[in-house]
């Protein structure tokens, strides 16, 4: 730690590029935006399925049709939840994180409680960013100076949302293809299991994979965890970060109250917890893709849909499908014949989508 403190004398803390402060500020806006957002417009909705749960069946016909399988009991669930966490507290203190249990259970219920926020946001437009800025700030108040802590403090307090959206959506579509939800439950059950080995095994056996999401994890941590008094504090460098979420809170509320004035214009259509939480979207990572996805959005969502509507309402969702799919299947083939994953590399022809330099025609980059 005198180590650590004498290098931080002596280099001073560290700046944020401004893009990436942007990127800061707009996914901790996001956060209050997401939570105002929830509650004037889609409280009334979620208030009435929760008084009619006990009372009134489900009318959806997939779902009614599901009826002759039988359905995975909520004791399962349970059971499940509280043997992971069992594993989860054990772990921590096993792997000596500095977390401890009371800190890693107050994660946990942030997670439980921003579930329906980001739920409902991912149901209506199909878009959840994450609450890792949240999660970043509450863990480096509650364990200050211990970045492992924090580390394991966001990984509680953000993944549970990130798999309670995953899994339901596998029932959802295991629900459509007529898949009986037991068969689903296992399959979901065995593939964590598969591909926490694999990931395992991939992070501690080559050194071909960059890392990136674990890097950002560790310096994230070490920016909240150990500086984060110095950097986030009132009057600091960063002070004004945290209290972007006061931000975010009045973010959606001019755009309710002039729906509830013109409630023709269509200012109900605007997400503003999308809006905000994009706006620094391009800071990070090869943002070519961001071209590609515009163009295919536009051909599918404006062209196929207003003159091809019937190929549209057949196809578009298999289309979806394949795209992502296709994607997936390629990124394996080329990372392991290609990319050197299976332990040597080839050297990819330089052509358009692939120029020499940065990937992006960045002449900056170049130099």
């Not at 700046?15 to 935006?33: D, E, F, K, M, N």
């Not at 051909?299 to 091809?308: A, D, I």
Request: aromatic letters at 16%; charged letters at 10%.
């Amino acid at each position: 730690m005198n180590d650590s403190n004498f290098s931080l004398k002596r280099l001073g803390l560290p700046w944020y590029a401004a893009a990436q402060l942007l990127y800061l500020l707009s996914r901790t806006i996001y956060i209050g935006a997401a939570i105002t957002h929830f509650f004037i417009w889609h409280w009334g909705t979620i208030y009435k399925i929760l008084k009619n749960y006990w009372t009134e069946e489900c009318q959806d016909p997939h779902y009614r049709k599901m009826k002759v399988y039988k359905e995975i009991t909520n004791w399962a669930y349970f059971g499940i939840f509280v043997v992971c966490l069992a594993l989860a507290i054990g772990l921590a203190y096993a792997a000596k994180s500095g977390l401890p249990a009371w800190a890693l259970i107050i994660a946990v219920i942030f997670a439980w409680g921003f579930t329906p926020i980001i739920g409902t946001l991912y149901a209506t437009v199909g878009y959840a960013p994450n609450i890792q800025n949240l999660m970043q700030m509450l863990g480096g108040a509650l364990v200050p100076g211990k970045p492992v802590a924090k580390m394991y403090f966001t990984l509680y307090g953000e993944n549970p949302i990130l798999q309670a959206l995953a899994l339901p959506g596998d029932l959802k579509m295991g629900q459509y293809t007529k898949i009986p939800p037991r068969v689903t439950f296992m399959l979901q059950m065995i593939g964590t299991i598969v591909g926490g080995i694999l990931n395992f095994t991939i992070m501690t056996g080559t050194n071909v994979w960059s890392g990136q999401q674990v890097q950002s994890y560790n310096s994230a941590a070490v920016a909240w965890g150990a500086l984060g008094k110095p950097l986030y504090a009132t009057g600091t460098r960063y002070g004004f970060v945290p209290y972007m979420l006061l931000v975010g809170l009045g973010v959606p509320i001019p755009f309710w109250l002039a729906h509830k004035r013109w409630p023709k214009v269509g200012f109900n259509y605007i997400f503003t917890p999308v809006l905000v939480a994009e706006l620094g979207l391009l800071s990070v990572g090869i943002n070519s893709s961001v071209f590609t996805t515009f163009v295919l959005s536009v051909f599918s969502q404006y062209y196929l849909q207003k003159y091809r509507a019937t190929w549209f309402r057949k196809y578009n969702f298999l289309m979806s499908a394949a795209l992502d799919g296709g994607t997936s299947v390629m990124i394996f083939v080329w990372t392991f014949a290609v990319g050197g994953a299976g332990g040597k590399a080839i050297p990819f022809p330089n052509w358009a989508l692939n120029p020499v330099g940065n990937a992006d025609y960045c002449k900056r980059l170049n130099n």
